[in-house]
């Protein structure tokens, strides 16, 4: 009996015996192994998530592309003109939709500029939504990131635009009077033409 424990002690000891050659233990140069593996993972993660991020570029500069091949390219700025008429809301949704809004002039010769698109691909006799508005804060005209604007190009000769006071939060490009700007009412339907930076 005492001769079979024994047997018995003894084989248990070399299957131990075997496992453990066959698993060597961890040593400093197999931990050094890991922390390689594990740095060359991150780095390939890093170059992975990078590449996703050129080709939605790339996408996005593609899209901007087709926006200027059916629109125009002006200082840098791509517009497409949409002749829906929309309220402003609605109107500034949908350039955001398209990536991105209701133009802005910066400056005159933008503002020359989106008058002539205007007249050349929707109509002589209309207005348009500029992405220019005082909803917050009667008399504050802001464009579309919040900020004040500094261009301005109200009509002030005949009309003494800004005229509508509280009624009037929104601004439209008039074509008929060679691009200069009135106050709208925002609920009111007018064609817009969507700005896109190109930079």
């Known amino acids: 009996m005492e001769l079979r424990g024994t047997c018995l ?3 248990f000891l070399c299957l131990v015996h075997s496992t453990l050659q066959q698993t060597p233990p961890k040593t400093k140069l197999g931990a050094k192994k890991d922390a390689v593996n594990a740095a060359v993972i991150d780095d390939l993660k890093k170059q ?3 590449i996703w991020q050129e080709l939605n570029l790339l996408k996005e500069q593609q899209a901007l592309q087709t926006v200027c091949l ?3 390219k002006i200082h840098g700025k791509c517009y497409l003109a949409v002749n829906e008429k929309k309220k402003y809301h609605a109107a500034s949704d949908e350039c ?13 010769d933008e503002n020359d500029s989106l008058f002539d698109y205007l007249r050349k691909s929707i109509d002589a006799d209309i207005q348009i939504w500029l992405g220019i508005n005082d909803i917050a804060s009667e008399g504050s005209w802001i464009d579309m990131t919040g900020s004040s604007i500094k261009y301005k190009n109200w009509e002030t000769e005949i009309t003494a635009q800004p005229d ?3 009624s009037q939060n929104c601004v439209v490009l008039s074509s008929t009077a060679n691009g200069k700007w009135f106050d709208e009412n925002c609920r009111a339907e007018k064609a817009f033409i ?3 930076n190109i930079v």
């Open 9 to 11: 002690l003894l084989c």
């Open 48 to 50: 992975i998530e990078n």
């Open 96 to 108: 955001i939709s398209l990536g991105g809004t209701l133009s802005t002039p910066a400056n005159g």
């Open 194 to 196: 969507c700005e896109f």
């Open 164 to 166: 509508g006071g509280r």
């Open 70 to 72: 059916k629109g125009t």
